[in-house]
């Protein structure tokens, strides 16, 4: 099992004909991804070659998914392009978006968020790595050689500490690693993946990483004390972070003692998290939570 993705996933890459989604097409690809087509506005019927593969080339996402029955896509298009071509993934009914594209404007993001809300489509990002199941599916530029099949669900707003966190484990393996992005507004959150990851037989133990900035790692503690039975292990990215030091992400805006690495801390540990000070000490207790499954 895995969530939101999985080897019977059919994937479109919207921007394929890009560098960058040239680029991590053959890197999908070369980890199993069962990749269908690409989709630029104007090259329609055009291709593009992997190894001795040409790939067809759509000029909306309309056409690519009437062609190859996709029901993933993942963007790599600009951020000025970048809103409409999400609009027009969630237009196509695409069941899951994986937007990897950063620098969006949040005005654009809140317009494709809210358009996408009231439809069964999942997105995942923007301004994120996409997720993997590995040996299975890998939609974005995860890394698939860090870490292969195994018992433990990640969800992650960075990029980086999900690659660390992956390596570090690669002994026991991932059922799914999702990283949602560190954007005011993301798709999906940490709730949506620690309640698919719940549900997920699968998986037996969930490492959950969040950073400074804002209140989701607070009300995803208040979901876990409520609704999650399997073990959780934490980290709060910003614990040494200088005072009024701008962080990376846009999301990571701490306003007084609101959004600190202790106030998520204390919250998590309330709920029975275990968090870590490092993500080294972070990966040594989930590995000691998995050492005591077996």
């Given amino acids: ?37 690409g989709v630029t506005p104007g090259k329609g019927g055009e291709s593009v070659r992997f190894e001795e593969n040409p790939m067809p080339v759509f000029g909306s996402v309309h056409e690519a998914k009437d062609a190859t029955g996709a029901n993933v896509s993942v963007v790599f298009v600009p951020a000025k392009y970048a809103k409409d071509a999400v ?12 937007c990897i594209t950063e620098g969006i404007p949040v005005g654009d993001t809140a317009e494709f968020y809210a358009a996408i809300r009231d439809t069964q489509t999942r997105l995942i990002g923007p ?6 199941s590995p040996g299975r ?9 860090i870490a292969g099949p195994g018992r433990i669900g990640l969800v992650s707003k960075s990029g980086t500490l999900t690659y660390q966190m992956m390596y570090e484990l690669r002994d026991f393996g991932f059922s799914t690693a999702v990283g949602i992005g560190g954007d005011p507004i993301v798709g999906t959150t940490h709730i949506d993946c620690l309640q ?16 400074i900035g804002g209140d989701a790692e607070e009300r995803a503690a208040d979901y876990i004390r409520e609704h999650v039975t399997k073990p959780v292990v934490g980290y709060v990215a910003g614990f040494t972070a200088p005072e009024g030091k701008t962080m990376g992400h846009a999301g990571a805006i701490v306003s007084g003692s609101a959004g600190t690495a202790a106030a998520k801390k204390e919250a998590l540990e309330a709920a029975g998290v275990q968090v870590g000070r490092t993500p080294s000490g972070t990966a040594a207790l989930m590995r000691e939570v998995m050492q005591s499954l077996r």
Avoid at 127 to 132: F, R
Avoid at 137 to 145: D, E
């Fill in 196 to 211: 698919a990851f719940q549900n997920d037989p699968e998986t037996d133990a969930i490492v959950m990483i969040g950073e």
């Fill in 137 to 145: 599916s890998n939609a974005g530029i995860i890394p698939a050689t």
């Fill in 87 to 98: 609009l027009e993934a969630v237009d196509a009914q695409m069941e899951l978006v994986v």
């Fill in 127 to 132: 301004n994120c790595p996409g997720l993997i």
């Fill in 1 to 37: 099992m895995s969530i939101f993705l999985d080897h019977q996933s059919r994937i479109i890459v919207q921007g394929m004909t890009g560098s960058e989604g040239r680029k991590h097409t053959q890197r999908m690809l070369m980890s199993g991804s069962r990749i269908v087509g």
